[in-house]
């Protein structure tokens, strides 16, 4: 137990979660990533944004990759769906390299990346139409898409008559349609409001049980790569390097509830003293952040 706070360890695992994990680890390996390297040529000298990751997704695992600003991620997300080159190592879907994109990944990003010409059933027909599928294949495969999703009734709708939820689902219907081994994610719900987020995640989840696919999803929210995770993998910057990989002890399904539970504290406090490591002194911290800052008001009472 951890004394301070009476939490449980974050190592702790119940019987069903510890299960669970041995059955992941015996499925096959879907995405490798061997002694990745990435490293910058600025005008300043190089900057290392990945130094020497490794890691490994079992088939229908969900990990979470966190970190600080700057550790990498986007990069590494980057690197993955091989829009962007690595400087050493290697990564493997299905034990075939990647150097470039490819139909083995689909990806969903922050920014809502629909074509806004396009109705939400064209979106989702695109890859498959641009991959030589003939159109009405193409729309039969959309609709179910879609279905999965929850937006069959919005098949005719265009991407600015939906709500920023709405469209995640879109785009995460159009991942899907090319049937992808890895779904990659990278801050996929950062421009939802609370409460769209919340219900996104529990849709997400709800997608993953029903599709074989193996998601890779990058967040800077501790909550949610709890929420959602088999594993998370914590990064830390300068250089961007793996600090620990940790297999969340909750259990699933999961909901809600699970917020408050023992399991998911001790998670989030751990995770927490990696990613916020503990605050030098006050002395030290006044120095350091206090800002010169100008006074635009002229009056005797202050605020505080
Ligand atoms: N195109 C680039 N040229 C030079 N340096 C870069 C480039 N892209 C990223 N970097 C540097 O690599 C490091 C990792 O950046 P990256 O954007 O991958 O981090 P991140 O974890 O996604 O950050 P954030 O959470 O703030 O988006 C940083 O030091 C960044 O300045």
Same mark, same amino acid.
């Given at each position: ?20 994990f041995e059955?992941?680890k015996q ?8 002694n ?5 040529k600025?005008?300043?000298?190089e ?13 229908? /695992?969900f ?5 600080p ?7 590494l997300?980057?690197? $993955?769906a %091989? =829009? +962007? ?28 990346t ?14 498959? /139409? ?17 279905? $999965?999703? %929850? =937006? +069959? ?19 995460i ?7 992808p081994?890895?779904l ?21 989840l ?14 800077h929210?501790?909550?949610e ?16 390097e793996?600090?620990?990989?940790i ?13 408050v539970?023992?399991e998911?504290?001790a998670?989030?406090?751990r995770?927490?003293?990696l ?15 206090k ?13 505080e």
């Amino acid at each position: 137990m951890n004394n301070i706070v009476n939490l449980p360890s974050y190592l702790e695992q119940s019987d069903a979660v510890r299960e669970r994990f041995e059955r992941i680890k015996q499925r096959e390996v879907i995405l490798e990533v061997k002694n990745l390297g990435k490293t910058y040529k600025t005008a300043k000298g190089e900057v290392t944004a990945l130094k020497d990751v490794n890691f490994k997704t079992h088939r229908r /695992e969900f990990v979470c990759i966190i970190g600080p600003s700057g550790c990498g991620k986007s990069t590494l997300a980057r690197i $993955l769906a %091989g =829009l +962007e080159s690595h400087t050493s190592g290697e990564v493997l879907v299905d034990g075939k390299p990647v150097n470039g994109p490819g139909r083995d990944r689909g990806m969903v990003f922050q920014g809502y990346t629909l074509f806004p010409w396009l109705s939400v059933r064209r979106n989702v027909m695109f890859g498959l /139409e641009m991959n030589g599928s003939l159109r009405e294949e193409a729309a039969r495969e959309a609709d179910l898409w879609l279905e $999965l999703v %929850g =937006l +069959e009734k919005f098949a005719n709708a265009y991407p600015h008559e939906l709500s920023g939820g709405m469209k995640q689902r879109v785009a995460i219907a159009r991942a899907l349609v090319n049937q992808p081994r890895v779904l990659l994610m990278d801050e996929p719900f950062g421009a939802l409001d609370a409460q769209s987020r919340a219900k996104m995640q529990q849709h997400l989840l709800e997608i993953w049980r029903n599709v074989d696919i193996t998601i890779v999803f990058i967040t800077h929210d501790l909550d949610e790569a709890i929420f959602l995770a088999d594993r998370i993998l914590v990064l830390k910057a300068h250089p961007g390097e793996v600090q620990e990989l940790i297999e969340v002890p909750v259990p699933r399904p999961r909901s809600a509830q699970q917020y408050v539970s023992p399991e998911f504290l001790a998670t989030k406090a751990r995770l927490e003293s990696l990613i916020h490591p503990p605050t030098p002194p006050v002395d030290e911290q006044a120095e350091a952040v206090k800002p010169r800052m100008i006074r635009f008001v002229n009056v005797e009472d202050n605020v505080e």
